[in-house]
């Protein structure tokens, strides 16, 4: 009687991002640090807006009947009355009327934000270690994240027709570091295109949880055309 029930969604999203890159000079041995860095803010909103669902208080006032001094049935409840209450008839076929369904009608809306930022910046770069020519990548990153998801007070309660939704709120932030070495061995031998040595390690630091870290150490091995 109130109608079927369904859900119909606004999105809006917006993201800005801004970055360069570029070389900061050179090294003893003239190799040249390269650099890039990027800021980027994006947020996303949506409108949430429900259908077919009814008011637990209203129906509860709506149960509530008595009848007036010329033997009317009307809503028990002054403020109820007040606010336009329309007592209701849950018993037989059709007999919610149109008036009765408005009243109890309820449409739930809720609203749902997320937002992050993120700023890194990356050098890279190489040395020589006796023979071999050693390239290196080093940076820095720090994120934050927030999201909030609030219904309103009637899905807040469980008075909506369906299961209580708390409101839900959320932050955090994380910065984070890296180092990365590569480190050629062997190339253009039989079998072995090129063989190189790989190690990196990052650490990370939540402001839910605490810091993480990880490490990497591995060999690269491509094969040549003689495979």
Not at 62 to 77: E, M, P, R
Request: glycine share 10%.
């Amino acid at each position: 009687e109130v109608g079927g029930r369904g859900a119909s969604n606004t999105r809006e999203t917006f993201r800005v991002a801004i970055g360069t890159e570029g070389t900061l000079g050179s090294t003893g041995d003239g190799r040249s640090i390269d650099y890039d860095w990027y800021y980027q803010y994006g947020k996303s909103e949506r409108d949430q807006r429900s259908a077919g669902q009814f008011n637990a208080l209203a129906f509860q006032s709506a149960l509530d009947a008595t009848t007036d001094a010329n033997g009317n049935i009307i809503c028990a409840n002054d403020a109820a009355r007040a606010a336009g209450c329309v007592p209701i008839d849950v018993f037989g076929v059709n007999s919610i009327t149109p008036a009765m369904a408005e009243w109890i009608r309820y449409r739930p809306s809720r609203q749902t934000t997320m937002e992050q930022s993120v700023f890194a910046v990356n050098f890279t770069s190489s040395f020589n270690l006796g023979s071999l020519e050693v390239s290196w990548a080093a940076g820095a990153e720090h994120r934050e994240e927030e999201s909030s998801d609030v219904p309103d007070d009637l899905q807040q309660l469980g008075l909506h027709g369906g299961n209580r939704i708390p409101e839900t709120n959320g932050d955090y932030d994380v910065t984070g570091y890296y180092l990365e070495f590569l480190v050629p061995l062997i190339s253009g031998k039989t079998l072995i295109e090129d063989l190189s040595f790989e190690t990196a390690y990052r650490t990370d630091d939540y402001s839910t949880t605490g810091t993480v870290d990880g490490f990497k150490v591995g060999l690269s091995w491509s094969l040549n055309e003689q495979f």
